[in-house]
Protein backbone atom coordinates (compact mmCIF):
# COMPACT_ATOMS: atom_id res chain seq x y z
CA UNK A 1 0.00 0.00 0.00
CA UNK A 2 2.79 2.38 0.55
CA UNK A 3 3.50 3.45 -2.95
CA UNK A 4 -0.35 3.86 -3.34
CA UNK A 5 -0.35 5.72 -0.41
CA UNK A 6 2.43 7.87 -1.75
CA UNK A 7 0.72 8.24 -5.12
CA UNK A 8 -2.91 9.12 -3.44
CA UNK A 9 -1.28 11.96 -1.12
CA UNK A 10 -0.27 14.03 -3.82
CA UNK A 11 -3.18 13.91 -5.69
CA UNK A 12 -6.73 14.30 -4.31
CA UNK A 13 -9.38 12.30 -5.44
CA UNK A 14 -13.45 12.47 -5.05
CA UNK A 15 -14.80 9.07 -4.57
CA UNK A 16 -18.05 7.66 -3.82
CA UNK A 17 -18.49 4.29 -1.56
CA UNK A 18 -22.00 2.62 -1.87
CA UNK A 19 -22.46 -0.10 1.56
CA UNK A 20 -20.01 2.02 3.22
CA UNK A 21 -22.00 1.78 6.69
CA UNK A 22 -20.65 -2.67 5.95
CA UNK A 23 -18.16 -4.58 6.46
CA UNK A 24 -15.69 -3.76 3.69
CA UNK A 25 -17.37 -0.22 2.78
CA UNK A 26 -16.15 0.99 6.26
CA UNK A 27 -12.84 -0.24 5.39
CA UNK A 28 -12.73 1.95 2.19
CA UNK A 29 -13.70 5.24 3.75
CA UNK A 30 -11.53 5.16 6.69
CA UNK A 31 -8.43 4.16 4.11
CA UNK A 32 -9.16 6.49 1.72
CA UNK A 33 -9.95 9.63 4.31
CA UNK A 34 -6.05 8.54 5.88
CA UNK A 35 -4.89 8.93 2.46
CA UNK A 36 -6.23 12.75 2.39
CA UNK A 37 -9.47 11.93 -0.27
CA UNK A 38 -12.55 13.33 -0.32
CA UNK A 39 -15.08 10.56 0.24
CA UNK A 40 -19.21 10.84 -0.47
CA UNK A 41 -20.74 7.40 0.99
CA UNK A 42 -24.06 5.92 0.57
CA UNK A 43 -25.55 3.42 3.12
CA UNK A 44 -29.32 2.42 3.35
CA UNK A 45 -28.30 0.38 6.91
CA UNK A 46 -30.06 -3.13 5.38
CA UNK A 47 -27.03 -4.90 7.16
CA UNK A 48 -24.59 -1.88 7.79
CA UNK A 49 -24.27 0.02 11.10
CA UNK A 50 -23.54 3.49 12.39
CA UNK A 51 -21.16 2.50 14.78
CA UNK A 52 -18.75 0.67 11.61
CA UNK A 53 -18.57 4.46 10.49
CA UNK A 54 -18.05 5.81 13.86
CA UNK A 55 -15.30 3.22 14.08
CA UNK A 56 -14.08 4.26 10.76
CA UNK A 57 -13.57 7.98 11.22
CA UNK A 58 -12.53 7.91 14.64
CA UNK A 59 -8.74 8.14 14.18
CA UNK A 60 -8.79 10.78 11.86
CA UNK A 61 -7.51 14.42 12.30
CA UNK A 62 -10.31 17.45 11.77
CA UNK A 63 -9.38 18.06 8.16
CA UNK A 64 -9.84 14.24 7.52
CA UNK A 65 -12.83 14.45 8.49
CA UNK A 66 -14.16 17.45 6.82
CA UNK A 67 -13.77 15.47 3.43
CA UNK A 68 -16.41 13.31 4.42
CA UNK A 69 -19.48 13.44 4.17
CA UNK A 70 -22.55 10.68 4.69
CA UNK A 71 -26.04 10.39 2.17
CA UNK A 72 -28.63 8.04 3.95
CA UNK A 73 -29.85 5.72 0.37
CA UNK A 74 -30.92 3.08 -1.57
CA UNK A 75 -29.01 1.96 -4.59
CA UNK A 76 -32.84 0.55 -5.31
CA UNK A 77 -33.27 4.24 -5.99
CA UNK A 78 -31.77 5.62 -9.39
CA UNK A 79 -32.37 9.52 -7.91
CA UNK A 80 -30.13 8.38 -4.89
CA UNK A 81 -27.63 6.70 -7.02
CA UNK A 82 -27.35 9.88 -9.35
CA UNK A 83 -26.71 12.17 -6.12
CA UNK A 84 -24.50 10.00 -5.21
CA UNK A 85 -21.94 9.96 -7.88
CA UNK A 86 -21.94 14.00 -9.01
CA UNK A 87 -19.12 15.56 -9.10
CA UNK A 88 -17.65 12.07 -8.13
CA UNK A 89 -13.87 10.84 -9.63
CA UNK A 90 -13.91 7.10 -8.82
CA UNK A 91 -17.06 4.80 -7.68
CA UNK A 92 -16.31 1.83 -5.14
CA UNK A 93 -19.76 -0.07 -5.22
CA UNK A 94 -19.69 -2.75 -2.44
CA UNK A 95 -23.68 -2.02 -1.58
CA UNK A 96 -25.66 -5.49 -1.94
CA UNK A 97 -27.83 -8.08 0.16
CA UNK A 98 -24.82 -10.45 1.12
CA UNK A 99 -25.46 -13.92 1.93
CA UNK A 100 -25.86 -17.61 -0.39
CA UNK A 101 -28.66 -17.99 2.75
CA UNK A 102 -30.73 -14.93 2.96
CA UNK A 103 -30.34 -15.36 -1.33
CA UNK A 104 -32.98 -18.06 -0.94
CA UNK A 105 -35.05 -16.85 1.28
CA UNK A 106 -35.78 -14.05 -0.53
CA UNK A 107 -34.54 -14.28 -4.19
CA UNK A 108 -36.31 -11.14 -5.09
CA UNK A 109 -35.19 -8.72 -2.52
CA UNK A 110 -31.30 -10.49 -3.55
CA UNK A 111 -32.17 -9.29 -7.47
CA UNK A 112 -33.67 -5.93 -6.54
CA UNK A 113 -30.33 -5.38 -4.11
CA UNK A 114 -27.62 -6.73 -6.58
CA UNK A 115 -28.47 -6.37 -9.81
CA UNK A 116 -31.19 -3.37 -9.88
CA UNK A 117 -28.94 -1.68 -7.68
CA UNK A 118 -26.09 -2.47 -9.64
CA UNK A 119 -27.38 -1.37 -12.76
CA UNK A 120 -28.95 2.10 -10.95
CA UNK A 121 -24.91 2.68 -9.79
CA UNK A 122 -23.73 2.06 -13.07
CA UNK A 123 -26.24 3.76 -14.96
CA UNK A 124 -25.64 6.79 -12.48
CA UNK A 125 -21.55 6.59 -12.38
CA UNK A 126 -21.91 6.82 -16.66
CA UNK A 127 -24.17 9.54 -16.34
CA UNK A 128 -22.23 11.28 -13.94
CA UNK A 129 -19.03 11.20 -16.24
CA UNK A 130 -17.01 8.93 -13.33
CA UNK A 131 -13.73 8.14 -14.77
CA UNK A 132 -14.08 4.51 -13.05
CA UNK A 133 -16.26 2.22 -11.29
CA UNK A 134 -15.21 -0.64 -8.98
CA UNK A 135 -17.49 -3.20 -8.05
CA UNK A 136 -17.75 -6.00 -5.52
CA UNK A 137 -18.29 -9.51 -7.76
CA UNK A 138 -17.38 -12.69 -5.46
CA UNK A 139 -15.88 -15.73 -5.85
CA UNK A 140 -19.60 -17.39 -5.72
CA UNK A 141 -19.79 -16.61 -9.58
CA UNK A 142 -17.39 -20.02 -10.12
CA UNK A 143 -19.87 -22.48 -8.15
CA UNK A 144 -17.85 -25.72 -7.56
CA UNK A 145 -14.27 -25.46 -9.33
CA UNK A 146 -12.90 -28.24 -7.66
CA UNK A 147 -9.66 -27.88 -6.21
CA UNK A 148 -7.21 -26.21 -8.88
CA UNK A 149 -6.65 -22.58 -8.49
CA UNK A 150 -10.07 -20.29 -10.38
CA UNK A 151 -8.99 -18.16 -13.22
CA UNK A 152 -11.33 -15.61 -14.38
CA UNK A 153 -11.38 -17.57 -17.18
CA UNK A 154 -12.57 -20.85 -15.16
CA UNK A 155 -16.26 -21.58 -15.86
CA UNK A 156 -19.08 -19.62 -14.20
CA UNK A 157 -21.51 -21.88 -12.27
CA UNK A 158 -23.44 -19.96 -9.73
CA UNK A 159 -24.84 -22.25 -7.35
CA UNK A 160 -27.50 -19.57 -5.51
CA UNK A 161 -29.38 -16.93 -6.33
CA UNK A 162 -26.60 -14.63 -4.59
CA UNK A 163 -24.15 -15.46 -7.45
CA UNK A 164 -26.78 -15.24 -10.17
CA UNK A 165 -26.94 -11.70 -9.27
CA UNK A 166 -23.51 -11.08 -9.22
CA UNK A 167 -22.49 -13.37 -12.51
CA UNK A 168 -25.60 -10.64 -14.17
CA UNK A 169 -23.81 -8.06 -12.80
CA UNK A 170 -20.89 -8.90 -14.20
CA UNK A 171 -22.71 -9.33 -17.35
CA UNK A 172 -24.53 -6.10 -17.16
CA UNK A 173 -20.75 -4.94 -16.87
CA UNK A 174 -19.43 -6.24 -19.85
CA UNK A 175 -22.24 -4.64 -22.41
CA UNK A 176 -22.30 -1.35 -20.63
CA UNK A 177 -18.78 -0.23 -20.00
CA UNK A 178 -17.48 0.98 -23.08
CA UNK A 179 -16.84 4.52 -22.17
CA UNK A 180 -15.44 4.31 -18.94
CA UNK A 181 -13.15 2.12 -16.61
CA UNK A 182 -15.62 -0.19 -15.01
CA UNK A 183 -13.53 -3.04 -13.15
CA UNK A 184 -15.54 -6.55 -11.22
CA UNK A 185 -13.26 -8.02 -7.92
CA UNK A 186 -14.01 -10.95 -7.40
CA UNK A 187 -13.62 -11.51 -3.61
CA UNK A 188 -12.67 -14.52 -2.40
CA UNK A 189 -13.57 -15.17 1.54
CA UNK A 190 -13.10 -11.52 3.20
CA UNK A 191 -12.62 -11.16 6.81
CA UNK A 192 -11.22 -8.78 9.46
CA UNK A 193 -12.09 -6.15 12.01
CA UNK A 194 -16.40 -4.55 11.91
CA UNK A 195 -17.54 -8.03 9.64
CA UNK A 196 -20.61 -8.22 11.77
CA UNK A 197 -20.67 -10.64 14.79
CA UNK A 198 -24.19 -10.86 15.08
CA UNK A 199 -25.31 -11.87 11.88
CA UNK A 200 -26.38 -15.80 11.31
CA UNK A 201 -25.11 -14.29 7.27
CA UNK A 202 -21.77 -13.24 8.24
CA UNK A 203 -18.72 -14.55 7.38
CA UNK A 204 -16.96 -17.65 9.19
CA UNK A 205 -14.11 -16.18 11.24
CA UNK A 206 -16.72 -14.05 12.83
CA UNK A 207 -19.33 -16.72 13.78
CA UNK A 208 -16.98 -18.68 14.88
CA UNK A 209 -15.11 -15.80 17.25
CA UNK A 210 -18.30 -14.73 18.20
CA UNK A 211 -19.26 -18.44 19.43
CA UNK A 212 -15.91 -18.84 20.96
CA UNK A 213 -16.38 -15.20 23.32
CA UNK A 214 -19.64 -16.35 24.42
CA UNK A 215 -18.62 -20.33 25.63
CA UNK A 216 -20.11 -21.72 22.53
CA UNK A 217 -18.90 -24.34 19.89
CA UNK A 218 -17.98 -23.46 16.39
CA UNK A 219 -20.20 -24.96 14.09
CA UNK A 220 -18.44 -27.01 11.17
CA UNK A 221 -21.08 -27.36 8.36
CA UNK A 222 -19.87 -31.21 6.59
CA UNK A 223 -16.49 -32.39 6.96
CA UNK A 224 -14.65 -29.49 7.75
CA UNK A 225 -12.84 -30.59 4.49
CA UNK A 226 -14.09 -27.44 2.37
CA UNK A 227 -11.51 -25.22 1.69
CA UNK A 228 -11.49 -20.89 1.26
CA UNK A 229 -8.65 -18.51 0.14
CA UNK A 230 -9.12 -16.17 2.94
CA UNK A 231 -8.18 -12.64 2.08
CA UNK A 232 -8.13 -9.79 5.15
CA UNK A 233 -10.06 -6.68 4.45
CA UNK A 234 -6.87 -4.43 3.99
CA UNK A 235 -5.87 -5.65 1.20
CA UNK A 236 -9.30 -5.77 -0.18
CA UNK A 237 -8.90 -2.32 0.28
CA UNK A 238 -5.67 -2.12 -1.63
CA UNK A 239 -6.92 -3.87 -4.73
CA UNK A 240 -9.79 -1.93 -5.17
CA UNK A 241 -7.92 1.24 -4.82
CA UNK A 242 -5.35 0.16 -7.46
CA UNK A 243 -8.40 -0.82 -9.82
CA UNK A 244 -9.77 2.63 -9.63
CA UNK A 245 -6.67 3.92 -10.66
CA UNK A 246 -6.12 1.38 -13.70
CA UNK A 247 -7.11 3.94 -16.09
CA UNK A 248 -8.23 1.60 -18.92
CA UNK A 249 -11.69 2.10 -20.76
CA UNK A 250 -14.43 -0.88 -20.79
CA UNK A 251 -14.85 -4.13 -18.21
CA UNK A 252 -12.34 -5.83 -16.42
CA UNK A 253 -12.97 -8.66 -13.75
CA UNK A 254 -10.15 -9.86 -11.36
CA UNK A 255 -9.94 -12.11 -8.14
CA UNK A 256 -9.44 -10.56 -5.47
CA UNK A 257 -7.37 -13.11 -3.18
CA UNK A 258 -4.20 -14.73 -1.67
CA UNK A 259 -3.72 -17.52 -3.91
CA UNK A 260 -3.74 -20.17 -0.62
CA UNK A 261 -6.36 -22.17 0.79
CA UNK A 262 -6.87 -23.39 4.21
CA UNK A 263 -9.58 -26.09 5.32
CA UNK A 264 -12.45 -24.75 7.44
CA UNK A 265 -10.14 -27.78 10.24
CA UNK A 266 -7.07 -25.56 9.47
CA UNK A 267 -8.76 -22.58 10.21
CA UNK A 268 -10.34 -23.29 13.34
CA UNK A 269 -7.11 -24.90 14.43
CA UNK A 270 -5.61 -21.54 13.88
CA UNK A 271 -8.01 -19.59 15.67
CA UNK A 272 -8.15 -21.44 18.38
CA UNK A 273 -4.48 -21.70 19.15
CA UNK A 274 -4.85 -17.58 18.55
CA UNK A 275 -7.35 -17.19 20.47
CA UNK A 276 -5.87 -19.32 23.59
CA UNK A 277 -2.76 -17.22 23.07
CA UNK A 278 -4.70 -13.78 23.43
CA UNK A 279 -6.82 -14.69 26.04
CA UNK A 280 -5.41 -17.49 28.01
CA UNK A 281 -8.15 -19.13 27.98
CA UNK A 282 -9.23 -22.96 26.24
CA UNK A 283 -11.32 -22.21 23.12
CA UNK A 284 -14.23 -24.62 22.53
CA UNK A 285 -13.53 -27.19 20.14
CA UNK A 286 -16.51 -26.99 17.51
CA UNK A 287 -19.74 -29.51 16.59
CA UNK A 288 -20.42 -30.81 13.23
CA UNK A 289 -23.76 -30.02 11.09
CA UNK A 290 -24.88 -31.16 8.08
CA UNK A 291 -23.66 -29.15 4.76
CA UNK A 292 -25.21 -26.40 4.18
CA UNK A 293 -27.48 -25.94 0.48
CA UNK A 294 -25.46 -23.46 -2.06
CA UNK A 295 -21.97 -23.85 0.13
CA UNK A 296 -19.14 -24.74 -2.27
CA UNK A 297 -16.45 -27.66 -1.63
CA UNK A 298 -13.36 -25.57 -2.67
CA UNK A 299 -12.32 -22.81 -3.85
CA UNK A 300 -8.96 -21.18 -3.96
CA UNK A 301 -7.88 -18.14 -6.55
CA UNK A 302 -5.33 -17.43 -9.36
CA UNK A 303 -4.41 -14.21 -8.54
CA UNK A 304 -2.18 -13.81 -11.33
CA UNK A 305 -3.85 -11.34 -13.94
CA UNK A 306 -4.56 -8.73 -10.57
CA UNK A 307 -0.75 -9.12 -9.92
CA UNK A 308 0.19 -8.39 -13.47
CA UNK A 309 -2.25 -5.73 -14.08
CA UNK A 310 -3.06 -4.31 -10.94
CA UNK A 311 0.10 -4.51 -9.34
CA UNK A 312 -2.42 -6.26 -6.46
CA UNK A 313 -0.12 -7.72 -4.05
CA UNK A 314 -1.95 -9.07 -0.50
CA UNK A 315 0.20 -8.18 2.44
CA UNK A 316 -1.76 -9.98 5.27
CA UNK A 317 -0.66 -13.80 5.87
CA UNK A 318 -3.70 -15.60 7.00
CA UNK A 319 -2.40 -15.65 10.79
CA UNK A 320 -1.42 -11.80 10.71
CA UNK A 321 -4.61 -11.05 9.79
CA UNK A 322 -6.58 -13.08 12.16
CA UNK A 323 -4.42 -11.74 14.44
CA UNK A 324 -5.52 -8.45 13.91
CA UNK A 325 -9.24 -10.04 14.08
CA UNK A 326 -9.49 -11.44 17.08
CA UNK A 327 -7.57 -8.19 18.72
CA UNK A 328 -10.45 -6.02 17.65
CA UNK A 329 -12.96 -8.84 18.41
CA UNK A 330 -11.79 -8.74 22.22
CA UNK A 331 -11.14 -4.70 22.25
CA UNK A 332 -14.86 -4.41 21.43
CA UNK A 333 -16.26 -7.36 23.56
CA UNK A 334 -17.74 -8.54 20.80
CA UNK A 335 -19.85 -11.73 20.58
CA UNK A 336 -20.98 -11.16 23.81
N1 LIG B 1 -17.45 -10.37 2.86
C1 LIG B 1 -17.13 -11.27 1.95
O1 LIG B 1 -16.51 -12.29 2.24
C2 LIG B 1 -17.49 -11.05 0.50
C3 LIG B 1 -17.10 -12.02 -0.44
C4 LIG B 1 -17.42 -11.82 -1.77
C5 LIG B 1 -18.08 -10.66 -2.15
N2 LIG B 1 -18.45 -9.75 -1.22
C6 LIG B 1 -19.15 -8.54 -1.67
O2 LIG B 1 -18.51 -7.41 -1.08
C7 LIG B 1 -19.45 -6.38 -0.86
C8 LIG B 1 -19.35 -5.90 0.58
O3 LIG B 1 -19.69 -6.98 1.45
P1 LIG B 1 -19.58 -6.87 3.04
O4 LIG B 1 -19.00 -8.14 3.51
O5 LIG B 1 -18.96 -5.59 3.40
O6 LIG B 1 -21.12 -6.89 3.43
P2 LIG B 1 -21.95 -5.97 4.44
O7 LIG B 1 -23.30 -6.58 4.57
O8 LIG B 1 -21.18 -5.69 5.66
O9 LIG B 1 -22.06 -4.61 3.60
C9 LIG B 1 -23.01 -4.40 2.60
C10 LIG B 1 -23.57 -3.01 2.83
O10 LIG B 1 -24.50 -2.70 1.78
C11 LIG B 1 -25.60 -2.03 2.37
N3 LIG B 1 -26.75 -2.20 1.48
C12 LIG B 1 -27.40 -3.35 1.18
N4 LIG B 1 -28.42 -3.10 0.33
C13 LIG B 1 -28.39 -1.77 0.09
C14 LIG B 1 -29.20 -0.91 -0.68
N5 LIG B 1 -30.25 -1.38 -1.37
N6 LIG B 1 -28.89 0.40 -0.73
C15 LIG B 1 -27.84 0.89 -0.02
N7 LIG B 1 -27.05 0.13 0.75
C16 LIG B 1 -27.33 -1.19 0.82
C17 LIG B 1 -25.79 -2.71 3.71
O11 LIG B 1 -26.54 -1.94 4.63
C18 LIG B 1 -24.34 -2.88 4.15
O12 LIG B 1 -23.87 -1.76 4.87
C19 LIG B 1 -20.81 -6.95 -1.25
O13 LIG B 1 -21.13 -6.54 -2.56
C20 LIG B 1 -20.58 -8.45 -1.23
O14 LIG B 1 -21.47 -9.14 -2.08
C21 LIG B 1 -18.17 -9.90 0.10
Known amino acids: MTEIFKEMTSKRYRWAVTGAAGFVGSHLVESLLMMDQEVVA ?19 TDAQRQRFKFMEGDIRNYDDCLALC ?6 LHQAALVSVPRSFDDPLLNNQCNVDGFLNVLLAAKASGVKSLVYASSAAVYGD ?4 ALKESSLLNPKSPYAVSKMTDELYAQVLSEDLNVVGLRYMNVYGPRQDPGSPYSGVITIWLSRIASGNEPIIYGDGKNTRDFVYVKDVVQ ?17 IGTGRSVTLLELL ?7 QR ?12 PFRKGDVRFSKADISKAKELLGYDPEYSLREGLEKTIEWFISKGAGK
Request: glycine residues 12%.
Open 42 to 60: MDNFLSGRVKNLEEATSKL
Open 86 to 91: KGVDMV
Open 145 to 148: GGEN
Open 239 to 255: ANIRAALLGAQGHEVFN
Open 269 to 275: DTIRDLY
Open 278 to 289: KTGTNPPEGDFA
